[in-house]
């Protein structure tokens, strides 16, 4: 075998891969992307050798500036990738060998590409859970902000979608703060079990040689190293839980989008979204169509696909690598992109929507939102909530038949319902009353929300 048909493991072999051998294995297409870290996790490996006597000083710093000018190479697109060199991890030590010779065909030494697929990958993902963290952190703080300049809006809430209770605005948006709160914990939980040390194990068993995992444990800023050779190259629960993180964090987004869309609607008008947010129709001139929250909604798809995939490439897997497990990347990489391009959608629309307080407020008027307050003003009174409650029903309904709301009952319509009932009914079934007069604690009263707004400041401002 010559020239491109010369594996790096070719030596046992007569016969050249066949071309579908090729195709069927090469991953380089979409694992190139782990180049840095397959760097650095190759620098501290070279490092690592070198202080064990098996590399040589001279050899070290060959490698360290082969791949330096290699990962220049890289980020200049100056690099070619071939496919029939499978991998980033070949891809690059072939081309690190090419370039200084003796000293990259030792680098290998004491490493397989099973620790150090592993690695790379734990390296990947917790370079990706860096920014993922902040912008998950900034759209938390988008909502705290747009609750901010609410705190005064009255608005619908809604059981069934049918209008419930008078609340606010702010409460409303905070709701989805400690929803994306949570998931920053899950965030923070992925990390962890990313952060164990797979290298240093060779391809399952260990290695014949005294090597230091404490030092590419430190050197790579681990928290721990993984104790079991076979468990760390056949171990994928770190991509399953980051998986898990972005299925939850798409559900709550898309969730979010989903009110977007029935807000932005010309039925409720209760916002609109920023024009350069919206598309229009190729057919009808009016529409402003809320494109990018459908898109994120939809985008939930893939999520929950990407974590379910990765379950069933791991499911009856025996220890301990497979090359199975080469099918856990590119659900990994589309979860990644797909969460970093829907926060930062999401977080533009949110920091852009105008609100309309009006039409919020002429909607809370509807639907009799008040009447729990009603009942409870005769709870105050004596009257037992199951009667006060029957009592109530019966304004409503009398309110439906004559085709009237609670604001257009005069006070002695009211009063003909209970002996027990004063002027003071009028105020009490009023919109604007009924969020103060909530007193337990995480209320939709103003202070309540403040309570929230300082909390979450406190953890993501
Ligand atoms: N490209 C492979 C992967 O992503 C690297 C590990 C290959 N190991 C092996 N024994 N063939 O999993």
Redesign the pocket.
Request: aromatic letters at 6%.
């Given at each position: 075998m010559s020239g491109d048909n010369k594996k790096l493991w070719g030596g046992r072999f007569k016969d050249a891969s066949s071309e579908i051998t090729e195709r069927l294995?090469a991953?380089v297409q979409y694992?190139a992307r782990m180049y840095k870290q397959d760097i650095r996790g190759s620098i501290a490996h070279a490092r690592m050798l070198c202080r064990m006597g098996i590399l040589s000083a001279d050899e070290l710093q060959a490698i360290e500036n082969g791949l330096a000018a290699i990962r220049q190479e890289i980020e200049n697109g100056e690099f070619s990738f071939s496919e029939k060199l499978?991998?980033i991890?070949m891809n690059i030590e072939s081309a690190l060998t090419e370039r200084i010779g003796e000293a990259g065909k030792r680098l290998h030494t004491a490493r397989?590409?099973?620790d150090?697929?592993a690695l790379d990958t734990r390296l990947y993902i917790t370079d990706e859970i860096k920014e993922i963290r902040e912008s998950l952190a900034s759209l938390i703080m988008t909502l705290v902000s747009l609750a901010e300049k609410n705190k005064d809006t009255v608005m619908p809430g809604y059981t069934h979608m049918q209008v419930a209770q008078p609340v606010i605005f702010a409460q409303h948006i905070l709701a989805y703060a400690w929803q994306f709160s949570r998931d920053t914990r899950r965030l923070d939980f992925a990390a962890a079990s990313a952060s164990s040390l797979p290298l240093g194990v060779g391809?399952l068993a260990g290695v014949n040689y005294k090597n230091d995992r404490e030092f590419l444990r430190s050197e790579l800023g681990f928290n721990d190293i993984a104790l079991n050779s076979m468990d760390a190259v056949s171990d994928r629960d770190f991509i399953l839980d980051f998986l898990y993180f972005s299925a939850t964090l798409g559900m709550h987004m898309s969730r979010l989008c989903e009110e977007l869309v029935l807000w932005s609607g010309s039925e409720f008008s209760y916002i609109k979204l920023a024009d350069n947010l919206t598309t229009g129709s190729s057919i009808m001139p009016q529409k402003r169509n809320p494109d990018l929250a459908e898109l994120i909604r939809g985008k939930s798809g893939r999520l929950y696909g990407n974590l379910f995939s990765l379950f069933t490439v791991l499911k009856g897997l025996p220890m301990t690598?497979n090359?199975d497990?080469?099918e856990?990347?590119e659900g990994l990489f589309d979860s990644i992109d797909t969460v970093k391009i829907s926060i930062e959608g999401l977080t533009a629309m949110i920091s852009t929507l105008a609100v309309n307080k009006e039409r919020m407020r002429a909607a809370v008027y509807s639907n009799f939102s008040t009447a729990t307050d009603a009942a409870d003003y005769l709870v105050k009174k004596g009257v037992p909530f199951r009667e006060s409650h029957a009592i109530v029903g019966s304004i409503v309904r009398y309110c439906e038949d004559s085709q009237k709301d609670f604001f257009s009952l005069g006070v002695d319509e009211f009063k003909k319902f209970s002996p027990l009932i004063e002027d003071d009914i009028i105020d009490c079934v009023k919109p604007e009353g009924s969020t103060e007069r909530k007193q337990s604690m995480g209320s939709t009263a103003k202070s309540e929300i403040e309570r929230q707004i300082a909390a979450l400041k406190e953890k993501f401002g």
């Open positions: 294995s991953s694992d499978e991998d991890h397989s590409r099973n150090q697929v391809a690598y090359r497990l080469q856990d990347k």
